[in-house]
C-alpha cells in the first residue's frame, strides 16, 4: 500500500468518524490491476476500501452534481485537473463551498489503460496524452491536503510525494504540443476537414458519457434531454451528431477546465478534445490568454465583452 | 412547410437559400426601411426576427444548416446601439468563435456571416443581402450538415 492510499484513509476514517463530512468520494481497487474506479463511502470502516495509484484517472468532480440539492457535507479527492472543475461547479453556483471539502492529493500522471494487452499481466503503461499536456499538476483549490500535494493557482511543475515520479514519467512535458490537434485539422482542405469531423461523428452512439463525466456540463436539465425541444433531434445520425458535438462545445466554451475527460470516457475514440481546445485556441487568440476554473474570481470570456473586442462584422 | 424546411428547390435554377436572423430593433427595420422605399434587393434571403441578435443561439444556425440554408446570416445593431445596452457585444464574442468553430468543421466561413446593420441602413441591408447572394450562388449549394430525407 502506497503513502498517498494510507494517508487518503487515515483522513477519510477521521472525517466520517467526526461527522465532518457525510460522506466522501475517492477511488478504490477495481476488479483488474488497471482499473481503480470511483467509490462513495459514509461509514468509517469503509476507508479501508481506498485506494490511489496510477489509475486513479476518473475525475469526481462531476459527481457532486447528485448532491447539489442535498444539505449534507460532502468530501472528496482532487488530482490537479479535477479541481479544477471544484472552481468551475462553485463559479455556476452548482454547490456551495460549505457543502464541499475538497481534498488535494499530489498525481504522478495517469497511465493509458487502452495500451493494456494482457489483462492478466501487470506492465509498465505509458501516460495518458492529457497527462504529458498537462499544465496544473497541483490542486488550483483545496481544504485538506495530503501526500505533500501543494496549492497552486498557476501553470506549475509537480510537487508532493510523486514530484519527482511524476517529473520521471514525463507530467507535463508536452504542454507545448496542446494545440497540435488543432493546428493539424485547421491545415487541412474545407472538405478534408468535413470528410473527418463526418467519419467521427458517423461513430458517436450518442450515449452521452462525455456530458455526464464533465463538471461544465451542469445544466439542470439539458437541452438534448428535452422533449419539448422540437429543433433538436436525438437520433444518432451524422448530421445530428454534428449538431450536438458543436452544441456541446459551444456550451461549454470559455468554461472548459480541460479535464480531458470527455474523450478519455468516448467509447468510440472521437477527438472531443479537439473541438474544446479549437474553442480555447480562439479564445486565447481573440479575448486574451485565460484558463478556466483556474480562479474563483475569473470572469468567464463569454459572459464578459470588451468595448474594443476585435471587430470582423463590420 | 416553410421554404427553410422543404430543401427541394424548382429543378430550372438553383436558387441560394439564405437565413437571416434580424434583430427587431436595428436589423429588421432597416429591411423594413429597404422595402419601404421600394429598394431592390434578391429574395434568396428569409428573415427571423429576432429580439435581439444575443438571442440567436448557435443552434439557430446549425438547424438552419440542416434544414437546408445554403447560408445564415445573423444582424443586429451596431456595438453602442443596442436596445439591451449590450446584447450585441455578446453576440459579437459568441460568433466570432462559432464562425471559427464552423471553419474547423470544415464549412466555408462565407456560408456563415453576422453584421451590423442599423434601423437607417436600408441601402447596407440592401447591399449586404445583394453581395451575400452573389457569394453564395458562386459557392454553390450546401450539402454539409444537410439533414438527409
Known amino acids: 500500500m502506497n503513502q498517498i492510499t494510507k494517508e487518503m484513509r487515515d483522513l477519510a476514517r477521521e472525517l466520517l468518524a467526526s461527522g465532518e463530512v457525510k460522506g466522501l468520494i475517492g477511488w478504490t481497487k477495481g476488479s483488474r490491476w488497471y482499473l481503480t474506479p470511483p467509490l462513495f463511502i459514509t461509514r468509517p470502516e469503509e476507508a479501508e476500501q481506498l485506494y490511489f495509484d496510477q489509475f486513479a484517472v476518473n475525475n469526481l468532480t462531476g459527481l457532486l452534481l447528485d448532491y447539489r440539492y442535498g444539505d449534507d457535507k460532502i468530501a472528496l479527492f482532487v488530482k490537479g485537473c479535477d479541481s ?29 489503460k487502452k495500451a493494456v494487452t494482457d489483462p492478466r499481466q501487470p506492465v509498465e503503461l505509458p501516460l495518458l496524452d492529457k497527462c504529458l499536456e498537462c499544465r496544473y499538476p497541483n490542486p488550483v483549490i483545496a481544504d485538506r491536503l495530503i501526500g505533500g500535494a501543494l496549492v497552486s493557482g498557476e501553470p506549475s511543475e509537480p510537487k508532493g510525494l510523486t ?42 452512439l450518442r450515449c452521452y458519457a462525455c456530458r455526464n463525466i464533465c463538471p461544465a456540463c451542469n445544466c439542470r436539465e439539458c437541452i438534448f434531454e428535452s422533449d419539448k425541444k422540437g429543433w433538436v433531434n436525438k437520433s444518432a445520425t451524422p448530421t445530428d451528431n454534428a449538431f450536438f458535438a458543436v452544441t456541446r462545445a459551444m456550451h461549454v466554451a470559455g468554461r472548459c477546465v480541460e479535464c480531458g475527460e470527455c474523450e478519455r470516457v ?45 471587430e470582423e462584422f463590420m | 412547410m416553410s421554404a427553410v424546411d422543404n430543401p427541394k428547390q424548382p429543378a430550372k ?124 450562388k458562386a459557392l454553390g449549394p450546401n450539402r454539409k450538415l444537410r439533414e438527409e430525407i
Open chain 1, 266 to 310: 468516448c467509447p468510440m475514440d472521437i477527438p472531443i478534445m479537439a473541438l474544446n481546445r479549437k474553442v480555447i485556441q480562439d479564445i486565447n487568440e481573440l479575448f486574451g490568454e485565460s484558463d478556466a476554473g483556474t480562479d474563483l474570481d475569473g470572469k468567464m470570456p463569454l459572459g464578459l465583452f470588451k468595448n474594443d473586442d476585435p
Open chain 2, 13 to 136: 435554377e438553383w436558387e441560394p437559400n439564405i437565413v437571416g436572423f434580424a434583430c427587431n430593433w436595428c436589423t429588421y427595420a432597416g429591411a423594413d426601411l429597404a422595402g419601404l422605399s421600394r429598394m431592390q434587393y434578391p429574395p434568396n434571403v428569409k428573415l427571423v426576427r429576432v429580439p435581439c441578435s444575443g438571442r440567436t443561439n448557435p443552434q439557430f444556425v446549425l438547424r438552419a444548416f440542416q434544414k437546408g440554408a445554403d447560408a445564415v446570416l445573423v444582424a443586429g445593431c451596431h456595438p453602442g446601439d443596442c436596445h439591451y445596452a449590450t446584447g450585441n457585444y455578446f453576440t459579437r464574442r459568441r460568433y466570432l468563435l462559432m464562425q471559427r468553430m464552423l471553419e474547423f468543421m470544415g464549412i466555408d466561413p462565407r456560408r456563415f456571416q453576422a453584421r451590423w446593420i442599423s434601423g437607417s441602413e436600408a441601402p447596407k441591408f440592401r447591399d449586404v443581402v445583394t453581395q451575400m447572394t452573389e457569394e453564395i
Open chain 1, 163 to 204: 514530484a519527482s515520479e511524476a517529473a520521471k514519467r514525463g507530467v507535463g512535458s508536452k504542454q507545448a504540443d496542446r494545440f497540435a490537434q488543432v493546428k493539424a485539422i485547421e491545415a487541412m482542405s474545407a472538405d478534408e476537414k468535413y470528410a473527418f469531423w463526418q467519419a467521427q461523428h458517423e461513430k458517436c
Open chain 1, 84 to 112: 479544477r472543475g471544484i472552481v468551475r461547479l462553485l463559479q455556476d453556483h452548482q454547490i456551495k463551498r460549505e457543502k464541499v471539502l475538497v481534498i488535494g492529493v499530489p498525481c504522478m500522471g495517469m497511465s493509458d
